[in-house]
């Protein structure tokens, strides 16, 4: 089992729709959890990072299941703009080094 | 802001050549890394730096090394570039923040080598 699984997508959605991905880490010592964002020929800009709560960011809301070991990210009223690809990254407990997912991708049409 | 540059954004080269990739971050970030990304096959870690001068092997790091003579600075290496070298390659930076610590990673815009 890969350590960081995600669907690759792509999820094809109309505007306004609600979407959500999940993420699923291998490691029951994972302690930090992130979505990317990361648009065609650019570099994964930090989307959010996931905490044991839940958190909220406008239309992104991100959750952690620790007990069935995955993360999801649920964009509500999905824009145009909101096309890209979705890596979810998860840390080994007190490590810096990042394990990426490979992404799903999203294309949100008229 | 945080910000990581990256010395080009495109760049060929020929079989052979030595190849060398800077990045320079201006947020005062102890680590810094290295990856490359194909399609399909999403982030490899090459390298990656906790201090100056100190260096760890990524994932993969065959066919490349790494210098860090500052803090801001992580150049990679390719010493005699091959056509299975042509890739994105992605340089990012991060340091602890908050109570947890989280590490974000924070990229530069990448370099699309090429290599011919």
């Known amino acids: 089992r890969k350590e960081v699984e995600q669907d690759p997508g792509p999820f094809n959605v109309p505007e306004g729709a609600t979407v959500a991905f999940n993420c699923t880490y291998s490691?029951?010592?994972?302690?930090?959890f992130f979505w990317y964002r990361q648009d065609c020929r650019k570099e994964p800009k930090l989307l959010m990072s996931?905490?044991?709560s839940g958190n909220e960011d406008g239309r992104f809301t991100a959750q952690l299941n620790r007990a069935s070991q995955y993360i999801s990210l649920l964009i509500r009223d999905s824009k145009l703009s909101d096309s890209a690809t979705y890596l979810c990254?998860?840390?080994?407990?007190?490590?810096?080094?990042?394990?990426f997912g490979r992404g799903t991708s999203l294309i949100v049409h008229p | 802001d945080v910000k990581v540059t990256q010395s080009s954004r495109y760049l060929v080269k020929r079989t052979g050549e030595k190849v060398f990739l800077e990045c320079v971050q201006d947020m005062d970030h102890e680590n810094m890394f290295w990856y490359r990304q194909d399609p399909g096959l999403g982030l490899r870690l090459i390298y990656f730096s906790y201090d100056v001068k100190m260096k760890e092997k990524g994932d993969i790091p065959e066919g490349y090394s790494v210098s860090r003579e500052k803090k801001e600075r992580f150049s990679l290496i390719l010493e005699s570039a091959s056509t299975n070298q042509t890739s994105m390659y992605l340089c990012a930076s991060s340091s602890p923040s908050g109570p947890i610590p989280l590490y974000e990673q924070y990229f530069g815009p990448g370099t699309r080598l090429t290599v011919t």
């Open positions: 490691n029951s010592a994972s302690q930090s």
């Open positions: 990254a998860v840390n080994k407990g007190g490590s810096y080094i990042p394990t």
């Open positions: 996931v905490y044991s």
